[in-house]
């Protein structure tokens, strides 16, 4: 998926990692060579970052406890 390459490039590590809004700016153009600008905002996108193993080893003890 074109759109998940280019946040997660964006995003390197947690030091180097943009505001929200660059984030959130950076799939738009992507987006307007197939969407024209009325749809576009109309959406809302909503970027998802990958979680990292140790976290997801968090999150499945709290839940299974």
Known sequence: MPGTG???G??????????PEGIAKAPRELLLTV???A???QLAVRSLLSIKDEMIGAIAT???N
């Open 39 to 41: 749809q576009l905002r």
């Open 35 to 37: 969407l024209p600008p």
């Open 10 to 19: 964006l995003c390197p590590s947690p030091e180097l990692m943009p505001e």
């Open 62 to 64: 709290v839940a299974t």
């Open 6 to 8: 280019m946040i997660l």
